[in-house]
């Protein structure tokens, strides 16, 4: 195991672990940030997604090894006081079912809005459709994408 | 009336409602969900199991049973609060705790937690409200009748008024009714009126909320390495897991072998440098199929139903359609992997997560550790998705185990691996359905059906019974060890799907619309149930056909039966029917018509279908699980599709009007999405399908 200095949300923080010790469960286990969540472990759900320097990566194949000082955003990190327009936009669109693939969604959406800030509806789809949600509560996720874009 | 006379009283005996207390100090609920600046809550009054009353006016509401994703920690406490005459925006709600005595029913399964509780919850508020009422007329010497409670305020005959933050304390004292009146259903204010998700703003901001993320100071973590279905551990080699460092432990469990650490990540990486021994499984998808073909042809077994003649009928008929249908396995692949908290200590067992069965889970805990049950203590978190697999306790039970073992409190977490391959999946199922037609009728009719480990694979007094006389329904097991379960409405999530798909080609060959054939069947079970009321059947065709006129109306099912496809069934007391429509041999709507009597919580019921429907289609069109030597060949979402975004629909709900109790909604769904889907992709492509996932069936005709 080893030392590493990471920034989360604009705070540093120093953890111990094996160097292979992806993001994901550093966030979780170590720091108790727990709004990013575990899914696939593989890159293949978006459960974990994270911004890293601005852009939405998935914590899960990302090791602690290769996180150096870029900038991390959890969605504890999202905003002030939780009012992304996004978060808004699921707040009012009552998007959840189970909830737990929320925050992946929303922090890939963020990072997909501030690079396309107007999309159309199959750009959207597009974009959203690296992140699973198994309640398929994905209507609403889609509108409230559309939403937040017009925000 | 009288039985929910009856049920009410039960509930009071049962329900311990009577333990009304005021309890001081308890104030460690926030103000967060109410928008206005109010003072903290100081002194808070237990009216009953249900709901507590603060002098600042707030109401803490328990919602008794488990949240999967379904709504029922939202909807369960609107039906509190509507008898209880309170303003939604003064409700907090919290979740219950596993407890049988006062609670009752705690289970998140069957679609059933809003039909059950529909007259006890109402009951608890209505009880309390009735409370309230005493207490402020006995403080000002009139008739309770002459009062009324409206938004937390008690009114008197003399204009005095009173608000429930003042009554409460003397509330706790009054004698608890035995008889409350509940409202009638145009009198509702909270219920039929949408509220958002009472943890909407926790799931946004990341809050700790689900089982996942439960942390306790000094718990260490732990993963379960199993074997092939079926085999036997014969000897593993742990040295160097062990010489990993943070690896704390490597026990064995049976054929299980749990891994403990510091954390997830040095479980997972100890745990692939295990190299387990298993003795050979011979548990493979050619053979489970071939055998459970073997059944039908074989018929051993006692008949489901049986009506008139039915041999007879298929000897006399002009021609005869016989269909087989093939369902593979599948994981039920929750969003969240199984995991689960345990603390065993020499004075309790305390086990913390998701479990959509608690009662039983604390029984099995109670059991394994020869335990008295009173020392097993569950609390329910929210769930990161359910489908069924959070029925069956096995990871609570693992976590408890190895708790026990090693003296520390722990967190059992699952890879996505694990999950996929041990699951407790859809059972694997075979099935033909036969029908005679003579005269342009259906004369005789005949499913069997033959499913692993599960005898009842069929719906015997399911539509079409009682609308063909001469009708036959039987079903077989294959025993196995693959381990199977409940996934999100069982059986019916296959069997409607074939049911639907040979109704459809039966209507093909009399040359009938797919609507008729469905309505004059119906048509006829009325008729026979009018003639014959020893008639045993699950549904009321009445509302099967209020269902399939409400979806044909919406869809325009009649003018454009060359581009969609129709199916409709009958679950968990809920009548649904559906109408996909095909552009280009992709499916781009589906229109879903559900009579579920009153609807709760009208937006999250649309939700809730509108998932259904999803994951019906979904399901159907990619879902497959399949075995080689006793291990899925399926690990992850890589080599195991869920449906994503660009592949959905739009969706259209309706909800027919109905002042009814209210009936389930986390499934019925579900159900016929597949059908509807099969029969809009045959108006497109001239191909039936007869198996699922129907990708790999689409992919020979559309290369």
């Known amino acids: 195991m080893k030392e590493f200095k990471l920034n989360v949300n604009g705070s540093s923080h120093s953890v111990r672990v094996h160097e292979d010790t992806p993001l994901l469960w550093v966030l979780r286990d170590h720091l108790h940030l727990t709004g990013t969540k575990f899914g696939c472990g593989i890159a293949q759900c978006g459960a974990c997604s994270v911004h890293q320097d601005g852009v939405a990566m998935r914590s899960c194949v990302l090791p602690i090894s290769a996180v150096g000082d870029s900038e991390i955003t959890t969605i504890e990190g999202l905003s002030p006081k939780n009012d992304h327009p996004l978060q808004e936009a699921w707040i009012k669109h009552d998007v959840p079912q189970c909830g737990y693939c929320q925050s992946g969604q929303i ?16 750009e959207i789809s597009q974009a959203m459709s690296g992140n699973l949600c198994r309640c398929s509560a994905y209507l609403r996720i889609k509108e409230a994408v559309k939403t937040a874009s017009k925000s | 009336m009288a039985n929910n006379e009856i049920k009410r009283r039960e509930f009071l005996r049962i329900n311990g409602i009577t333990g009304a207390a005021l309890v001081l100090g308890f104030n460690f609920y926030s103000c967060k969900n109410s928008s206005e600046v109010r003072a903290e809550a100081t002194e808070w009054s237990e009216m009953n199991a249900f709901l507590s009353i603060a002098d600042n006016g707030q109401v803490t509401i328990m919602s008794p049973n488990p949240e999967i994703g379904q709504g029922v920690k939202t909807s369960m406490p609107m039906l509190i609060a509507e008898e209880l005459n309170i303003d939604w925006k003064d409700v907090i709600v919290k979740q219950a705790p596993f407890d049988a005595v006062k609670y009752k029913r705690q289970v998140a399964g069957g679609s059933q937690s809003i039909r059950q509780g529909w007259i006890s919850l109402r009951t608890a508020g209505a009880t309390a409200k009735e409370m309230l009422i005493n207490a402020a007329a006995e403080e000002w010497g009139v008739l309770p009748a002459e009062c ?87 000897s593993f080699d742990a040295t160097s897991a062990k010489a990993v460092e943070g690896v704390i432990d490597v ?222 329904v039987a079903a077989y097991r294959l025993e196995s060890d693959v381990t199977t379960g409940a996934w999100r409405a069982p059986v019916t999530n296959f069997i409607a799907f074939a049911e639907q798909s040979f109704l459809d080609e039966i209507a093909e060959e009399l040359n009938e619309s797919p609507l008729d054939l469905r309505m004059n069947l119906l048509d006829k079970a009325i008729e026979n149930q009018k003639n014959n009321k020893e008639l045993t059947l699950d549904y009321d065709p009445v509302k099967f056909k209020g269902v399939l006129q409400d979806v044909a ?39 879903c018509s559900i009579d579920c009597g009153i609807v709760v919580n009208p937006d999250g019921a649309v939700n809730q279908a509108q998932g259904g429907v999803i994951d019906g289609m979904g399901h159907a069109m990619y879902g497959e699980l399949t075995l080689k030597d006793g291990v899925a060949e399926q690990s992850n979402f890589h080599n195991y599709k869920i449906i994503r975004m660009n592949e959905v ?51 020979k005709v559309l290369g």
């Open chain 2, 553 to 591: 109306k919406h869809s325009g099912f009649r003018d454009n039966m060359d581009t969609m496809g129709l199916s409709a069934y009958y679950s968990h007391n809920t009548y649904v029917a559906e109408v996909a429509q095909v552009e280009e041999k992709a499916i781009t709507k589906i229109y």
């Open chain 2, 148 to 234: 009324s409670a409206k938004s937390g305020i008690v009114y008197g005959p003399a204009g005095d008024k009173k608000t429930y933050a003042e009554l409460a304390p003397l509330a706790i004292g009054q004698a608890v009714p035995t008889d409350v009146k509940l409202k009638k259903p145009e009198d509702f204010t909270i219920i039929g009126k949408s509220k958002k998700n009472v943890d909407l703003a926790k799931i946004v901001s990341g809050e700790n909320l689900f089982g996942m993320d439960y942390y306790r100071e000094g718990m260490v973590y732990a993963n379960v390495l199993k074997g092939p279905f079926g085999a036997k551990l014969e």
């Open chain 2, 649 to 699: 629909p739009e969706v259209e709900i309706n909800f027919v009007k109905s002042d009814n109790d209210p009936t389930g909604l986390g499934e019925p769904t579900l159900p016929p999405a597949g059908g509807a889907v099969a029969n809009a992709l045959y108006r497109a492509t001239g191909q039936r399908l007869y198996s699922q996932p129907f990708s790999k069936e689409l992919d």
């Open chain 2, 251 to 472: 026990i064995q469990m049976k054929d299980k072998i749990a891994i403990i650490a510091i954390d997830t990540w040095t479980c997972f990486k100890a745990k692939k440098l295990i190299k387990p021994q298993y003795s050979k499984s011979n548990h493979n998808t050619p053979e489970i199929t071939a055998k459970l073909k073997a059944l039908l042809v074989a018929q051993n077994g006692e008949d489901k139903r049986k009506d008139g003649n039915v041999e007879k009928a298929f000897k006399q008929a002009d021609s005869i359609v016989e269909r087989f249908y093939s369902a593979p396995f599948l994981a039920h692949n929750t969003m969240a992997p199984m995991n689960f908290f345990a603390n065993v200590t020499a004075e309790k067992v305390e086990c913390i997560g998701p479990i959509q069965t608690p009662e039983w889970t604390q029984g099995r805990i109670a059991e394994l550790l020869n335990r008295p049950k009173e020392e097993v203590t569950i609390d329910m978190t929210r769930m990161g998705g359910g489908f069924g697999r959070r029925l069956y306790g096995d990871f609570a039970l693992e976590a408890a185990e190895i708790s026990d073992k090693i003296k520390k409190p722990v967190k059992l977490v699952y890879e996505r691996e694990d999950d996929m391959q041990g699951g407790m999946y859809r059972p694997a199922s075979e099935y033909v359905f036969r029908a005679a037609l003579k005269d342009g009728e259906i004369t005789g009719y005949e499913v069997l059906g033959a499913s692993v480990n599960d005898g009842n694979c069929v719906r015997a007094n399911n539509f079409p019974a009682g609308a063909i006389n001469n009708y036959r």
């Open chain 1, 107 to 122: 922090m890939t959406a963020a990072s997909f809005l501030d690079e396309n800030p107007n999309p159309s509806d199959d």
